[in-house]
């Protein structure tokens, strides 16, 4: 019996919950904000608006996305008219620990210390296609979105 509840006792203490949430902006690969949580039951969009609003950071969005953090622009100001036939939409991505989900934030129940990280990314519309998704815009700093 004292066995069994030690052994328990150390798997409950081996598998603790402490999950990170970095951000990193527009312009920069360095992150200006990062948290860990911990709990249970935690979705990526949790611990993401746990830590803007702990941290009191401007954002605009919710457990399920973010439209804008740190007054990144939105709608209409957020695209870039590159020719007549190119053009590059801005808006905020996640991945967690390295992989980019096809589900919202809301959807991602984390297991334990997962990385999420959130950056400022864009995809290219060109010829009537979209030629790439999820760049991170500190790989490109367009004047667009990175004045000088």
Do not use: H
Not at 40 to 53: F, K, M, P, V
Not at 89 to 99: H, N, R, S, T, V
Not at 103 to 114: T, V
């Amino acid at each position: 019996m004292k066995i069994a509840l030690l052994i328990s006792l150390f798997i409950l203490s081996t598998s603790s919950f402490s999950a990170e949430v970095y951000f990193q902006g527009p312009c920069s690969e360095e992150s200006f904000l990062s948290a860990k949580n911990s709990g249970e039951n935690l979705t990526a969009g949790d611990i993401t608006i746990s830590a803007l609003e702990d941290s009191k950071t401007e954002y605009i969005g919710s457990v399920g996305g973010l439209n804008s953090i740190i007054g990144t622009p939105v709608g209409m100001e957020a695209i870039e008219v590159i020719s007549d036939t190119k053009m590059r939409a801005y808006g905020w991505c996640y991945e967690i620990d390295g992989f980019q989900p096809a589900a919202m934030p809301d959807e991602i129940i984390l297991q334990g210390s997962e990385v999420v990280r959130w950056f400022f990314a864009y995809s290219t519309y060109e010829a009537g296609q979209w030629m790439d998704y999820c760049v991170p815009s500190y790989e490109l700093k367009s004047p667009f979105i990175c004045p000088e």
